[in-house]
Structures are given as C-alpha cells and as structure tokens.
C-alpha cells in the first residue's frame, strides 16, 4: 500500500468522523420522533421530513431539501450539508418546540451573494450559504434570544444573532459566534 495515499485516507476520515461528532447525539436514538419541518418564507414552500428519526437522512429526502432551501433569487438548487441538517434537529430538541423553522436564508448562489454585499447587506465574502453549510432561521414558539443561546451551547459551528431582523444564523464551519 502507498504511505502517502493511506495518509490521506486517514486525514480525509478523521475529518469526516469530525464532523459527526460536532452534533451532540447527532446519528443517535435520543432524537425526537418530530422529523426535521422548514417553511421557506420567501417561497411559502414547506416540508417535513423523517431527518431526525432515521439514522441517516436519505437521499430522497435530501434533495427535497435541497430544493426548499435553494436561491430564492436565481432559483439555483445546491446539496445542503446533512450535519447542517442534524443541528437544526439538535437544536430543535435543545430548546424543546415542535414546528416548523421559518427559513430566512438557505443555499445563496455566489452571484445572489454579490448582489447582497454589493447592496451592503453585511454578507460574507465567502459565505458557508454558497455551500449549502449554514442557514439563517428562527423558530416561532421560541424566544430567538433563547434559540440562539441553545445554538452557541451546542459549539457545533458559527452562530450569529440578528435580533432586529428576528433571526439566527447557524452553519457548519469552525465554531465562532457573532
């Protein structure tokens, strides 16, 4: 065997086991029977999903979410990282409310996320919504202040609060508050 390549393969699953571990009882039976439900407030398109009740997110099921969470702008459809999905069931349970997140901001194409900085709406550069690894969300029947308490607990990623525009943002990258 290559030293090199078996190098790589131990680097490339020990970040992949990494990211598993970030949710708190991600993959795990400790979930609720709930499912994963989003409402797409620009769209008005819902969706309630079994994610959060199987082991593992089907592919099916996947790309139905990706749909909901597309541009909203261009229209544009890109995979949404499951661990981004299994948070939103974490966080879900954290804070103890069944329903539907209200999704301000899902997938953004890059072209949507120029469009937005150049409009000086405060967007990252290099924003983790152009990979499909953070989304902007709040929960009704949740007090935001307590969702985003919940979000920074869970130390699985960034996490921004944005109380005048009623929401919270939560992504998959390197774990930052704002």
Same mark, same amino acid.
């Given at each position: 065997?290559?030293?090199?390549?078996?190098?790589?393969?131990?680097?490339?699953?020990?970040?992949?086991?990494?990211?598993l571990?970030?949710?708190?009882?991600?993959?795990?039976?400790?979930?609720?029977?709930?499912?994963?439900?989003?409402?797409?407030?620009?769209?008005?398109?819902?969706? %309630?999903?079994g994610?959060? @009740?199987?082991?593992?997110?089907?592919?099916?099921? =996947? !790309?139905?979410?990706? #749909?909901? &969470?597309?541009?909203?702008?261009?229209?544009?459809?890109?995979?949404?990282?499951?661990?981004l999905?299994?948070?939103?069931?974490?966080?879900?349970?954290?804070?103890?409310?069944?329903?539907?997140?209200?999704?301000?901001?899902?997938?953004?194409?890059p072209?949507?996320?120029?469009?937005?900085r150049?409009?000086?709406?405060?967007?990252?550069?290099?924003?983790?919504?152009?990979?499909? %690894?953070a989304?902007d969300? @709040?929960?009704?029947?949740?007090?935001?202040?307590? =969702? !985003?308490?919940?979000? #920074?607990? &869970?130390?699985?990623g960034?996490?921004?609060?944005?109380?005048?525009?009623?929401?919270?943002?939560?992504?998959?990258?390197?774990?930052?508050?704002?």
């Open positions: 065997m290559n030293r090199h390549y078996s190098r790589r393969n131990f680097v490339r699953n020990m970040i992949g086991l990494g990211s571990s970030c949710v708190p009882g991600a993959w795990s039976s400790t979930l609720k029977d709930n499912g994963l439900s989003l409402l797409n407030l620009h769209t008005g398109e819902s969706l %309630k999903t994610i959060g @009740r199987d082991v593992k997110p089907h592919s099916q099921e =996947l !790309h139905a979410v990706d #749909r909901v &969470l597309r541009d909203h702008r261009s229209g544009d459809i890109h995979p949404i990282d499951p661990d999905l299994m948070l939103l069931v974490e966080l879900q349970n954290q804070v103890g409310v069944t329903g539907s997140f209200h999704v301000i901001s899902g997938y953004r194409s072209a949507s996320n120029n469009k937005l150049a409009a000086g709406r405060g967007v990252a550069t290099r924003s983790l919504h152009m990979q499909g %690894k989304i969300v @709040r929960l009704p029947g949740c007090d935001l202040k307590n =969702l !985003h308490g919940a979000a #920074r607990a &869970l130390k699985c960034g996490v921004g609060y944005y109380r005048k525009s009623n929401f919270i943002h939560v992504d998959t990258g390197r774990v930052r508050y704002w």
